[in-house]
């Protein structure tokens, strides 16, 4: 049947079912938007993303944020601290259980170091200008790789060193050039299609990463297994985030460390326009629905 749609929400607790614990009416929440089952053995070690039992996501196989009321296990619910001023900013809160917690999780997971070259494919979409943003505070210096001159201009904005237009440039030659030769050292693909997950491998120095989360495109992509054992390269994948990394991200965000990047906001009522404009390329950053 149909399902309603929209995972990065900001609501008020109505009412919850016998047995709950922790949470009340009038609570100010946000969503662990991943439907795990909190006891196999990737939710006991805490990648509920692996869950073996996993049973979908939110705005996917369960009503999501576009809908009046929506109902999720009690544990999918994480309380919004109260440094977050969540009534003059609703958008800005309601994106950071994805735009700012993804990144967040990416640093970690790709050991993102200070000082070390980090190139960000397809950095001016709504997570990736946040990953541009979340790699600056983690002292790296940030290379953003985009197609639209208008979005690579706001990466800059936000704390990118340097930008590449890849509808211009050589991506690999370019970010050759950027680090003197010696390639990047993390290379994070949003965009995540062959083509740029192989310019992505192409520009790793030794001991460089390639972290994809972007893509769900089946087709394969080239990399030389000599340059994998010659410079221990590594390529992995990201999904998503944990619900500890949510309240992390919540709390850097309290604590005024980092903030998302909303330009546009729209009633309910014009959703097809924002999702028009987001079809089209046109959005730079996050695009919100914030309901009266």
């Known amino acids: 049947y149909p399902i309603i749609i929209g995972h990065e929400v900001l609501g008020e607790i109505v009412e919850t079912g016998h047995g709950v614990h922790g949470l009340k009416a009038g609570d100010i929440v946000t969503p662990h938007t991943y439907l795990s089952c909190g006891h196999c053995r990737w939710c006991r070690i805490n990648r509920e993303t692996l869950c073996d039992n996993l049973a979908g996501f939110v705005g996917r196989q369960m009503d999501g944020g576009y809908a009046e009321y ?24 309601a994106v950071i259980c994805d735009a700012i917690v ?32 979340m790699a600056r505070w983690a002292h ?64 790793l120095g030794k001991g460089g990463r390639l972290v994809t989360l972007g893509g769900y495109s089946p087709e394969p992509f080239r ?7 010659h410079g221990e390269l590594e390529i992995m994948g990201s999904r998503a985030f944990t619900r500890q990394e949510i309240i992390e991200s919540l709390d850097l965000c309290a604590r005024g460390q980092i903030w998302p990047l909303v330009t546009e906001t729209y009633r309910l009522e014009e959703a097809e326009k924002v999702h ?17």
């Not at 109902?71 to 999918?76: D, F, Q, T, V």
């Not at 953003?144 to 990118?160: F, M, N, P």
């Open 70 to 93: 929506i109902k999720l296990p009690a544990r999918n619910w994480i309380h919004v601290p109260e440094g977050l001023d969540y009534k003059s900013h609703p958008a800005e809160v």
């Open 102 to 133: 993804t990144p967040y999780k990416v640093i970690r997971r790709a050991r993102i170091a200070p000082m070390e070259n980090v190139a960000v494919f397809g950095a001016g979409g709504g997570v990736g200008i946040h990953m541009v943003m």
């Open 140 to 203: 790296a210096r940030v290379i953003a790789v985009d197609i639209s001159a208008e979005k690579l201009k706001t990466c800059r904005e936000v704390g990118a060193d340097a930008v590449v237009d890849a509808s211009q440039e050589n991506v690999v030659e370019a970010l050759r050039e950027l680090t003197g030769g010696v390639g990047v050292d993390v290379a994070v693909d949003f965009v995540s299609q062959a083509s740029t997950l192989e310019a992505a491998a192409d520009s």
């Open 223 to 229: 990399v030389s297994a000599s340059r994998l054992l």
């Open 276 to 292: 028009a404009r987001l079809d089209a390329g046109l959005i730079t950053g996050r695009a919100a629905i914030v309901m009266e």
